[in-house]
Structures are given as structure tokens and as C-alpha cells.
């Protein structure tokens, strides 16, 4: 982890893994991480398998820098990663990998130019995304398969690309409903958003998505079927 006086570093990496000596206590007491770091191209990656209560926590204040965090095991799931400054890139990846998914969540807010951010919640249960980005040249991309859904980006100053994509396949008729997406794109022009959502003559899913654009150039797109 760097400290606010180390910032002339030119690299610095930190990787928090849960080692497989502490399955038990891992079942049995909430999982947890939290980091900071100041300066740039840092580099943070949690690794959470087997997960119980999960969490995970991120603070990244510069630029060129880099969060990962996969949460395979399912339970309870939730990250929330900070990043301020520009080109920096973050990845959430909750369920699968033999594991369950549940209660998911994620959250990413970005503040600068040309970052980037994807969350991936594949493997269904309670999901639920939102993403900020306040710069621009930004790119968000939201996967969502199963389940509750939800995913709302905002992405201001133009030039920002959104991609989300809710696949409800996996719900059945008259259970989960889920989707629903809202995508926010302000303070600019020549935005991209496209919206996919799909299971919806398969299953008893809500559907629904709204775009709104402000500025000139923008290009919007929803997929519904």
C-alpha cells in the first residue's frame, strides 16, 4: 500500500489472496478487504473465492491505474472501488468459477479522462451495478445474466461509450422479473449507449431501459427480445 509522501514512485503493486488454509474461517466470518493507494500505476488485485460475506474496498487516487477483484464464491457478495485521475481501469467480476453468485452488487465511480470500467455479475442472483464516470472518453461495460438486475451508468462531459447487457434466460417463467437499466449521459456530445436486454419472450422478465442524452452526436440503441 502507498503512503500520501510516496506518490514519485513509479510503480507499485498490491495483490490480497484469500489462501485456501482459511476455508473455514472464510465460511464461517464475513470477508473483507480494503485499499488505498495514492500515486500512480498502481495496481490492486483481490481475489475472493469461496466466498461468505464478502466485501472489498478501493481507493485509487492517480493515474495509469489498475483494480481487479473477482468474488466467485457467491454469498453476499458487494465491491465499491474509487478511482480518481485518468486511463484508469477497473474490473468486477462476482459469481461462477464453481461457486454460487447471490446477493452481488458492485459500484464503480471514476472521476478523469479515458477510464475504463467493467463489471461482470454472470452467474445470477440479486445483481445491481452503477457506474459513475465524470470525465470523458469513458467506457463502461455492464454484464448481467439472471436474476434481479438493475444498472444504472452516469457518465458526464461527452465522448463516453456505455454498454450494458441483462440476459434473464436463466429466471423461468413468472419468477426473478429482473432488468430495468437507465443510462445517463450529460455534459456533452457524441455519447454511445447500447442497452441489451434478452429473455424477455422466454420468461416473465419486467424489461424496460431509458436513455438520456444531452448534446449533439449522440447515438443511442436498445435491444429488447
Not at 1 to 15: N, W, Y
Not at 63 to 88: E, K, L, P, T
Not at 91 to 98: A, D, T
Not at 209 to 219: E, L, R
Amino acid at each position: 500500500m502507498t503512503q500520501p509522501g510516496e506518490q514519485d514512485q513509479p510503480h507499485l503493486s498490491l495483490v490480497l489472496k484469500v489462501p485456501l488454509i482459511h476455508l473455514a474461517e472464510m465460511l464461517l466470518h464475513r470477508v473483507s478487504a480494503d485499499i488505498q493507494q495514492f500515486g500512480s500505476r498502481n495496481y490492486s488485485d483481490v481475489d475472493q473465492e469461496l466466498t461468505s460475506g464478502g466485501v472489498v474496498n478501493s481507493l485509487q487516487e492517480g493515474d495509469f491505474n489498475d483494480s481487479r477483484v473477482s468474488q466467485y464464491g457467491g454469498r453476499n457478495n458487494m465491491a465499491d472501488i474509487s478511482q480518481s485521475g485518468d486511463r484508469n481501469n477497473s474490473v468486477v467480476r462476482q459469481g461462477g468459477i464453481s461457486g454460487g453468485a447471490d446477493n452481488n452488487d458492485a459500484r464503480v465511480t471514476q472521476t478523469g479522462s479515458s477510464n475504463d470500467s467493467y463489471i461482470g455479475q454472470t452467474f445470477g442472483d440479486n445483481n445491481y451495478a452503477d457506474v459513475m464516470q465524470a470525465g470523458t472518453n469513458g467506457e463502461s461495460y455492464v454484464i448481467q445474466r439472471g436474476d434481479n438486475n438493475l444498472a444504472f451508468v452516469n457518465q458526464t462531459d461527452g465522448a463516453n461509450d456505455s454498454y450494458i447487457m441483462q440476459d434473464n434466460y436463466g429466471n423461468g417463467a413468472g419468477s426473478g422479473r429482473g432488468h430495468y437499466a437507465d443510462v445517463l449521459q450529460g455534459g456533452g456530445s457524441n455519447n454511445v449507449s447500447t442497452i441489451t436486454q434478452l429473455g424477455l419472450s422466454a420468461t416473465a422478465a419486467a424489461g424496460n431501459a431509458y436513455v438520456t442524452q444531452s448534446g449533439n452526436g449522440n447515438q443511442a440503441s436498445v435491444l429488447q427480445y
